[in-house]
């Protein structure tokens, strides 16, 4: 078994795939329209399956927001620097909602962005583990 990928439903598909690939650095991999059940997909990553996990943004036509409830944590990044990472991400219109710094009780580095649906992403300093990734 491995892992494929995460789905999120968006309220607007293109501003989600903006954020995903201008704001984050991922790639816009693949997309497909159902208009028969009015959904729309598109696949964004920093690679794709099977050597990389990918995201499924999921346009249910008509809905324009979710309630993201309080089950779901955060999808996490690799980024090699985390401080710069945030730098990057606010230069370009993302929104920063922790700033770089140790985890509370550790010595990891770590920040939190917001997406424009309210999800979480948290970046995690990881120099040697960063590769592929957008934001450097």
């Not at 999120?8 to 991922?26: A, E």
């Not at 329209?33 to 990389?52: D, I, M, Q, R, T």
Request: charged share 20%.
């Amino acid at each position: 078994m491995r892992f494929l990928h995460t789905m999120l439903r968006v309220g607007n598909l293109q501003r989600s795939i903006d954020f995903y690939t201008q704001v984050l650095g991922m790639k816009l991999l693949r997309t497909s329209e159902n208009p028969e059940y009015k959904y729309s997909l598109a696949f964004v990553g920093f690679g794709s399956n099977p050597e990389h996990a990918e995201i499924e943004l999921t346009y249910n036509w008509g809905v324009d927001s979710y309630d993201l409830g309080n089950a779901f944590g955060h999808l996490a990044l690799a980024v090699p620097d985390c401080r710069r990472a945030c730098d990057q991400i606010k230069a370009a219109g993302g929104q920063v909602t922790r700033e770089a710094g140790p985890v509370k009780g550790g010595t990891t580095v770590i920040a939190f962005v917001t997406d424009p649906d309210g999800y979480k992403i948290e970046l995690i300093e990881r120099a040697d583990q960063a590769s592929g990734a957008g934001l450097r």
